[in-house]
């Protein structure tokens, strides 16, 4: 009875586990990669998109240039907290890293703070730095665009008796 008990607690663990949802999942960023060597910029940013699904992450860029496609990522830190504004914000730092049969590393760290990733992509042949990148980036659709408040409309109404009314009248967001 006590394995059977403790089977059925194992498995109820297991499950609940499994529901929690990865926060990058099927997100999309757009972001610009910067060379750096010796501290300066080497040549004018470039764009790149960062794609998430089901624990990977794959950058165009390192695909095609590196052959780098899908790669297991980590979220090392997941907070909230309240901006200034007094509204929640989620932030993430993550890691990623692969290396290929050539003996050839890619490392990638970077923090989300809701819409905004910012980060560095390090590639390394036999321990030796062989490309450095800052990469600073927007999901793609950007940021969430915020509802306006209806706007109120006055009408004064005369009567036959030269009386004037007041109506207020509410219009929805977006109408004249």
Known sequence: ????????????????????????????????????????????????????????????????????????????????????????????EVEAHATDEKNQTVL?????VEWDIDGEIKITKNDKLKKYFEMVGREKGGKPKKLRA??????EIQNENNAIQTQTIIAPPGSK
């Not at 860029?61 to 780098?68: D, S, T, V």
């Not at 990638?108 to 989300?112: A, E, Q, R, Y």
């Open 1 to 92: 009875m006590k394995n059977f008990l403790l089977i059925g607690t194992l498995v109820f663990v297991l499950f609940a586990f499994k529901n929690e949802k990865d926060p990058l999942h099927k997100r999309t960023f757009n972001i610009s990669l910067d060379e750096i060597r010796d501290s300066v910029s080497v040549k004018k940013p470039f764009k790149d998109v960062i794609e998430f699904k089901n624990g990977k992450l794959r950058s165009k860029y390192l695909k095609n240039k590196f052959a780098y496609d899908w790669m297991l990522y980590r979220i090392t830190k997941d907070s909230t907290f309240i901006d200034s504004t007094e509204t929640e914000v989620r932030w993430l």
């Open 108 to 112: 990638i760290n970077f923090t989300t």
């Open 150 to 155: 209806p706007r109120k409309h006055i009408i």
